[in-house]
């Protein structure tokens, strides 16, 4: 079945710039009212930091999809899909079953031993000081890496809507962006955050709906009518096939594979996701939290192939290519194609607002970490009042914020699923393994911890540095440089084992042995969560 595919014209896009900034403005008028009330509640650390443990699992739930649906997910994901078919849709996969990991690892015992961030749980039967100064550390960095994605994707989607091509105006979106985060998580902490990331995630996913549906239609709900047009479009049978971007060469296999274990294992090691589960009253709600989240998140990301394929059959590699952003491009150019200036506004103010919730709840994270593991309790030594910790995480927020203004800048054109892959390798790196041994292995010890964390963070952030990804290639962060002497774009295969083995022979080798009852402590808890409610709520 033959279906015409009327051009979509990029430069008639600079026409819809008024209608694009007034849904824009009302979007961020009307969070931002929102945000300033739920702010007038946040009197202790607990409501800045864990929204007063206020939550219901289902409110969190949609929150967590509103966290974890970000701008790789709409815009990278979909553009992914649209150029390589079958190979983009592997990262719809990945991120899906990534939530499997986090439920049944990490989610209920995360919230019976822990209070405000990851490093609550780490350090609480191991060495304080070491422990939290390492997973401050790696929580910043991953966080970092996140924001970079958002960043770009800001860029690329305020960019597109306004007709910016050039570097100097797209810096001035991201710098913009940037500013509006500040405001937000400056004002609201967790509990207006996480109001945004409940109404992103139904706007969000309303919007997807709404274009999957109408992109069905089109094709009679004909599944293999879509597919068609997409191969037919394209001109490329192999759109629907494995191996279009990553089958080419052993190589390319290899760095395959290392995606999948990144995007797996990623989940439940992300700072800002675990965070989420301490602004629920009991396990239970955790575990009903992560439940709901995989119901929207499944949906939305069976949303993507439908885009994807969409966006392909009916926008275009070339078009998508050619547009200001590239790859990410590719949702808001269907969007335009299908409804015109009025649905590509609501969806571009939707993937604004998905941005910003995501840089909110990566920044209030970031701060967390900060002014609770480093400044509360290893500078202050446990001796800082509750207002003063709250100050030292809002001038944090600052400094954060302008450091990912910097980096967006600089990753800039980058495809956002990819830049997210990236930072869930370096969390699986860092993170995952001491989570997994401090809850399941008795004779772990700090010594291993250290390892752990320190040798995972630095062999990823090491093996990136020196990948086609930052040199060597036209798509590099520096293009005119080349020392990318490790040929795999995501460390994942590397660095995860590594740390692995590290955790391991950090403990074996340790000779000074840990408090067994803090280990026991701390077995009774996360398993059975007594003692859990008198450890947080203070």
């Known amino acids: 079945m033959t279906f015409m595919v009327p ?16 849904i824009f403005a009302l979007f961020v008028a009307i969070t931002m009212i929102i945000v300033i009330k739920a702010s007038k509640n946040n009197k202790t650390a607990a409501d800045y930091y864990a929204a007063g443990r206020s939550f219901t699992g289902s409110q969190n739930g949609t ?12 815009l990278g994901i979909t553009g992914a899909i649209a150029i390589n078919g079958y190979d983009g849709f592997m990262y719809s996969i990945g991120f899906l079953v990534a939530w499997l990991v986090a439920l049944l690892l990490v989610a209920e015992l995360l919230r019976n031993t822990g209070k405000f961030t990851m490093a609550d749980v780490l350090s609480f039967r191991l060495k304080q000081r070491p422990v939290r100064i390492a997973a401050a550390i790696s929580t910043l960095v991953v966080c970092f890496f996140y924001l970079l994605a958002q960043m770009a994707g800001a860029g690329t989607l305020i960019s597109l809507l306004l007709g910016i091509s050039d570097w100097g105006g797209q810096a001035l979106v991201i710098v913009v962006v940037g500013a509006l985060m500040i ?8 509990k207006g955050t ?3 990331q409940i109404i992103k995630a139904v706007l969000l996913i309303a919007g997807a709906a709404v274009m999957t549906f109408w992109v069905l239609a089109i094709y009679g709900f004909n599944l ?4 068609g047009g997409a191969v037919e479009t394209s001109g490329n049978p192999n759109i629907l096939n494995p191996g279009l971007q990553y089958g080419k060469s052993e190589v390319s296999k290899i760095d395959f594979m290392s995606l999948g274990l990144a995007l797996v294992l990623g989940t439940a090691a992300l700072p800002h996701v675990l965070m989420r589960f301490y602004t629920v009253p009991t396990a239970k709600e955790a575990r009903k939290s992560v439940v709901w989240s995989i119901w929207l998140i499944g949906l939305f990301y069976l949303f993507t192939l ?12 070339d078009t998508i290519k050619g547009a200001p952003g590239g790859v990410n491009s590719a949702a808001p150019l269907l969007a335009f194609h299908l409804g015109g200036p009025l649905l590509l506004g609501f969806i571009s103010a939707v993937a604004f607002a998905t941005i910003l919730a995501v840089v909110a709840g990566l920044t209030i994270t970031a701060a967390a970490s900060f002014a609770h593991d480093i400044y509360a309790s290893v500078i202050a030594k446990g001796k800082a009042d509750a207002a003063t910790e709250v100050k030292v995480a809002r001038r944090t927020v600052v400094v954060i914020g302008l450091l990912a203004i910097v980096g967006g800048i ?5 495809n956002v699923a990819f830049l997210v892959a990236l930072a869930f390798a370096v969390a699986a790196s860092a993170n995952l393994p001491t989570i997994v041994y401090s809850l399941y292995w008795r004779k772990f010890t700090t010594q291993g911890a250290i390892w752990s964390m320190y040798g995972g963070l630095g062999s990823a952030i090491i093996l990136i540095a020196l990948s086609p990804v930052v040199s060597g290639a036209k798509t590099s962060m520096i293009p005119g440089a080349n020392f990318a002497i490790f040929p795999l774009s995501n460390p994942g295969i590397v660095s995860i084992p590594l740390a692995f083995l590290l955790g391991w022979l950090g403990s074996v080798l340790d000779k000074r042995l840990e408090d067994t009852t803090k280990q026991a402590e701390m077995e009774v808890r996360s398993l059975t969560g007594v003692g859990a409610e008198k450890a947080t709520d203070h």
């Open 7 to 22: 051009a979509v014209n990029v430069a008639d896009l600079k026409e819809t710039t008024l209608l694009n900034m007034g």
């Open 63 to 74: 929150a967590i999809a509103g966290d974890y649906l970000s701008a790789a997910s709409f």
């Open 183 to 190: 405001m937000y998580v400056l004002i609201g902490g967790m």
């Open 194 to 196: 996480t109001w945004v």
């Open 224 to 227: 293999s009518d879509l597919l």
């Open 306 to 317: 439908v885009l994807g394929f969409g966006a392909a059959a009916l926008v275009g590699a």
């Open 410 to 414: 600089f990753a800039n054109g980058q």
